[in-house]
């Protein structure tokens, strides 16, 4: 608790925080937010199956961890709620659109995902993660929770097909409690293993069919 305590502190520092993350890592702690850890390694397999390097790729309120992990053709970043997802599209379509813990925060997801398909080229794709157990987080507001047929749901209520869509979640009990009251990193004995009744964070991968006009 006091090592995730002075890394919470630290990570307000960026230039700071590279230089400890780098260090941390080559002894084996995992810098990255417990709840968060299998999402992104399922997340980032994935993408790597896309050739990174050839995508245009947006992401709704981006983070560098992104952008850290890969060299994308070219990358755009918007700022929720300055740039409304809800209500805004940009004038470009993209290969791949990422929403990383953005959509909880919408108060029309249903509105933000229709905009969301409208920016994708055909055959292009979302990567969307959500948190479920986990205390409310009002960044400026919390509106919604989804397990992963909801997700689903949801996408295909965007435009995407069924049979296009995968959604998944992870989470465990010692996660689930381990985050009642600050965001936790992994470190060296966060456990990875997946109770499916316990799901602290759900994602899903969707495809914009090629077929579409």
Request: charged content about 20%.
């Amino acid at each position: 608790m006091i090592i995730a305590g002075l890394l919470d502190a630290i990570w307000q520092r960026p230039a700071l925080w590279e230089k400890l993350r780098g260090m941390l890592r080559s002894v084996g702690y995992d810098t990255t937010d417990w709840v968060r850890s299998a999402m992104y390694r399922d997340c980032f397999a994935f993408i790597h199956t896309l050739g990174p390097e050839r995508l245009d790729v947006l992401e709704i309120s981006g983070g560098n961890q992104w952008t850290r992990d890969f060299a994308f053709k070219s990358y755009e970043n918007t700022e929720y709620p300055g740039f409304d997802i809800c209500a805004e599209t940009l004038p470009r379509q993209f290969d791949l659109i990422i929403a990383d813990q953005v959509f909880e925060h919408l108060p029309w997801p249903y509105r933000a995902g229709r905009n969301v398909w409208s920016m994708l080229k055909p055959g292009g794709h979302l990567v969307i993660a959500t948190p479920f157990l986990v205390r409310v987080h009002r960044v400026p507001i919390d509106c919604s929770r989804w397990t992963p047929d909801g997700l689903s749901y949801l996408l295909q209520e965007c435009g995407f097909a069924a049979q296009d869509i995968r959604a998944q979640a992870w989470g465990n009990r010692a996660c689930l409690v381990g985050n009642l009251r600050s965001w936790r990193k992994r470190g060296f004995f966060g456990s990875l293993a997946n109770e499916p009744d316990y799901p602290v964070m759900v994602w899903a991968f969707a495809r914009k069919s090629p077929d579409t006009t």
